[in-house]
């Protein structure tokens, strides 16, 4: 199969750290990405991992780690504007995207 | 200068009527997409064209047609629309399978 598990819902205060996990299936993988959508809106790439590890990109890091089919995305110095859903997203053998059903981020003040 | 823009934004209609939604991206990707998103937001990818050839085609009913013109284009015609059809559709390009992909803003099908 090809379905990721993620949380449904996580909720945080301004300022924290919270951590969204996402694991998956391993047949045919090759990468695991990060999108966030705020409601109304469209997706928006975040992040990509194709090797096991940290990425960071400013407030935003994603991890993977490939022998344990899972990955996170670790969001710091929360801010309300982060308040969205979050995907992972594996590609697959032959490209195709898969999408996880999104973890909803609730920041509270 | 919008990079992937898809018309229209809303599109509100009866069962049994046909439709198309139009999607242009301008920069310069090979591969262009069509997700749907149903109202408990799961994205499902529907097609996949690169250089306006289809290589994903997932499991939708056939009275879904893309049609790729060019590679910058990548439009969905509705046949018959039914009342499941009602949902948010979204176009995304990429440069390549398996690279980030730029999205639309979605079009919202609501179906009387």
């Known amino acids: 199969g090809q379905s990721l598990e993620q949380p449904s819902e996580v909720t945080a205060v301004e300022g924290a750290i919270v951590q969204i996990n996402c694991t998956y299936q391993?047949?045919?993988?090759?990468?695991l990405s990060w999108y966030q959508q705020h409601d109304g809106g469209a997706p928006t790439f975040l992040s990509y991992?194709?090797?096991?590890g940290l990425e960071e990109t400013g407030r935003f890091s994603s991890f993977l780690s490939r022998s344990d089919s899972y990955g996170y995305l670790l969001l710091q110095e929360l801010q309300m504007k982060d308040s969205a859903s979050y995907f992972c997203?594996?590609?697959?053998?032959?490209?195709?995207?898969?999408f996880g059903r999104g973890t909803s981020l609730i920041v509270h003040p | 200068d919008t990079a992937v823009s898809q018309t229209p934004k809303y599109l509100v209609t009866q069962m049994g009527n046909d439709k198309s939604i139009k999607c242009e991206q301008n920069l310069g990707h090979d591969t262009m997409y069509w997700y749907k998103q149903d109202s408990k937001k799961f994205l499902k990818i529907m097609f996949s064209y690169n250089n306006k050839e289809l290589i994903i085609n997932e499991t939708v009913p056939n009275r879904f047609s893309p049609k790729s013109p060019d590679k910058a284009h990548l439009n969905l015609h509705i046949n018959s629309l039914e009342l499941g059809d009602s949902a948010v559709y979204f176009c995304?390009?990429?440069?390549?399978?398996?690279?980030?992909?730029?999205f639309g803003d979605g079009t919202r099908l609501s179906i009387l």
């Open positions: 391993t047949s045919g993988f090759y990468g």
């Open positions: 995304a390009s990429s440069q390549g399978g398996g690279q980030p992909q730029h």
């Open positions: 991992n194709g090797l096991d």
């Open positions: 997203a594996r590609t697959g053998g032959s490209y195709i995207p898969t």
